[in-house]
């Protein structure tokens, strides 16, 4: 079965802090994802990955950047985080059109 | 945004009937796919549809696609506890909807 690991279920941060979300995928597949999660709002792509050191935004990169060194690592990083970053981020990765997720990290920002 | 909607937004059943939930969606698709996430965790795939395709079994699940209108629809025939979770759909892999959330009364 693949799996999706991301570092941390659950994350306090303080206003302006430089935050790291980490995730590792095991069957070598070549996309990676991030989406922040909000309700009433469903998952929205900030980034996505085709390859190694390969980036493209989605609909909500603002604020946001990714670091793709290795194919199973897909990293996420408020560069200075915000109370409004408080999210549910999701990774997912793929090799064709399905995609498989990890559990989430529950992130709030005070 | 090429967010989708999924209709209605909550649905609550007893256990033994059908769920119907349905997506629409805004542009010309390569194919749908829908996910179930029980409460707090990842999405898991169910089922994905290609566009040249109108209706597509697997085991209680049955999607039907009509391009024509931009909708499709998730049928979750003799609904179990255990199907109570949020289902989303997809479109072309990155656009999701909103999500309907099922509950099922045993």
């Known amino acids: 079965d693949v799996k999706v690991t991301q570092s941390s279920r659950y994350l306090v941060k303080r206003t302006g802090e430089k935050v790291f979300l980490e995730c590792v995928q095991d069957?070598?597949?070549?996309?990676m994802f991030w989406y922040r999660q909000d309700p009433g709002l469903g998952l929205r792509l900030i980034y996505f990955?085709?390859?190694?050191?390969?980036?493209e935004k989605g609909d909500i990169p603002e604020g946001y950047s990714v670091s793709r060194e290795k194919k199973e690592r897909f990293s996420l990083i408020l560069e200075s985080a915000s109370t409004n970053q408080t999210s549910m981020y999701l990774c997912a990765s793929s090799r064709q059109e399905t995609q498989y997720f990890g559990p989430g990290t529950r992130l709030l920002v005070l | 945004s090429q967010q989708g909607e999924e209709d209605p937004q909550a649905l609550s059943i007893q256990e033994g009937e059908n769920a119907t939930m349905n997506c629409s969606y805004k542009t010309s698709i390569n194919n749908l796919q829908w996910y179930r996430q029980n409460s707090g965790r990842g999405l898991v795939h169910l089922i994905l549809?290609?566009?040249?395709?109108r209706e597509k079994h697997s085991g209680r699940l049955r999607v039907t696609l009509d391009t024509s209108k931009k909708s499709s629809s998730l049928l979750i025939t003799a609904s179990r506890a255990a199907d109570t979770a949020s289902y989303f759909c997809?479109?072309?892999?990155?656009?999701f909807g909103t999500g309907t959330s099922l509950t099922v009364i045993p």
């Open positions: 997809a479109e072309d892999q990155f656009y």
């Open positions: 069957m070598d597949h070549e996309n």
């Open positions: 990955s085709y390859d190694v050191k390969m980036k």
């Open positions: 549809i290609r566009s040249n395709e």
